[in-house]
């Protein structure tokens, strides 16, 4: 049984950062991909960024060149660093690894963004 746990959200001013973990554990061989996804009330789920197993980031356009993803594999860890953060970040956060051609969802960790 794969279990992903997030920390590292919480309550920040416009302009702050926050730093979002995800960490995989149990029986895992392979983590193809790890992905951070958002959703806002009332709006849908939306993928925010992702990471492959090279090492390749790849960003919402509305994140580019405030939030970075990165990975520690032998620790089975994905990590989301969010700088400059808007009102309109305010989500909850949720972890998304595909790991042996199977997909999990972390339980989401909330991110609220005050103006």
């Known amino acids: 049984q794969v279990q992903l746990v997030e920390s590292g959200g919480g309550l920040v001013q416009a302009g702050g950062s926050l730093r979002l973990s995800c960490a995989a554990s149990g029986s895992i061989f392979s983590i193809v991909v790890m992905r951070w996804y958002r959703q806002a009330p009332g709006k849908q789920r939306e993928l925010v960024a992702q990471?492959?197993?090279?090492?390749?980031?790849d960003y919402a356009d509305s994140v580019k060149g405030r939030f970075t993803i990165s990975r520690d594999n032998t620790k089975k860890t994905v990590y989301l660093q969010m700088n400059s953060l808007k009102p309109e970040d305010t989500a909850v956060y949720y972890c998304n690894v595909i790991a042996d051609l199977t997909m999990y969802w972390g339980q989401g960790t909330q991110v609220t963004v005050s103006s």
């Open positions: 990471i492959l197993s090279s090492g390749s980031p």
